[in-house]
T-cell receptor, first 112, second 113 residues
Framework: SAVISQKPSRDICQRGTSLTIQCQVD?????MFWYRQQPGQSLTLIAT?????????ESGFVIDKFPISRPNLTFSTLTVSNMSPEDSSIYLC?????????FGQGTRLTVV | GEDVEQSLFLSVREGDSSVINCTYT??????LYWYKQEPGAGLQLLTY?????DMKQDQRLTVLLNKKDKHLSLRIADTQTGDSAIYFC?????????????FGAGTQVVVTP
């Protein structure tokens, strides 16, 4: 298994600012992903974080709004840029080891 | 309709069995997962099944897969109050898509004494 830690666990941010969320895995994972869980809803995949190259974004998500880095196999960051209240969500990082995928505890973001 | 569908709510008495159902549309889904989310927490992997299997049992958990009907279920035996949570069904196409999931909306399970 893998233990995935996210920082910060929660934050309250002013609209128009940006927040960078960090995701650290305790072991090497093959793939890392970022998801968003809007209030009362399920999880939606934002992007696949690719090591050493640009992330692969899902439909509806763009690099300018959600820049992602993955400098090595165990670490990734997601930035939520130019935030608006609609960005208030839980953001979750996940990583898989073979067929098992594990999630961080999430970052609860509130934009005011 | 949605690619992965779940009923939204299930109430069960402590000690009874819970059955949570999930249907999916993509027949190329090869790995099917169940996750548990407790209030304020992340997702905990409960179990998963490969599409070439019909059933998988892990202690109190039994997963049944009907690939023909694209129907997945999770049975929790002897349900306890600690099982109260939201349960998510997730499907993946596997190989290079492991961990790249489509999630259901989640089933809120409430266990009553």
């Amino acid at each position: 298994s893998a233990v995935i830690s996210q920082k910060p666990s929660r934050d309250i941010c002013q609209r128009g600012t940006s927040l960078t969320i960090q995701c650290q895995v305790d072991s090497q994972v093959t793939m890392m992903f970022w998801y968003r869980q809007q209030p009362g809803q399920s999880l939606t995949l934002i992007a696949t974080a690719n090591q050493g190259s640009e992330a692969t974004y899902e439909s509806g998500f763009v690099i300018d709004k959600f820049p992602i880095s993955r400098p090595n196999l165990t670490f990734s960051t997601l930035t939520v840029s130019n935030m608006s209240p609609e960005d208030s969500s839980i953001y979750l990082c996940s990583g898989n080891t073979g067929t098992e995928a594990f999630f961080g505890q999430g970052t609860r973001l509130t934009v005011v | 309709g949605e690619d992965v569908e779940q009923s939204l709510f299930l109430s069960v008495r402590e000690g009874d069995s819970s059955v949570i159902n999930c249907t999916y549309t993509d027949s190329s889904s090869t790995y099917l997962y169940w996750y548990k989310q407790e209030p304020g927490a992340g997702l905990q992997l409960l179990t998963y099944i490969f599409s070439n299997m019909d059933m998988k049992q892990d202690q109190r958990l039994t997963v049944l897969l009907n690939k023909k009907d694209k129907h997945l279920s999770l049975r929790i035996a002897d349900t306890q109050t600690g099982d109260s949570a939201i349960y998510f069904c997730a499907v993946s196409k596997g190989t290079d898509s492991w961990g790249k999931f489509q999630f259901g909306a989640g089933t809120q399970v409430v266990v009553t004494p």
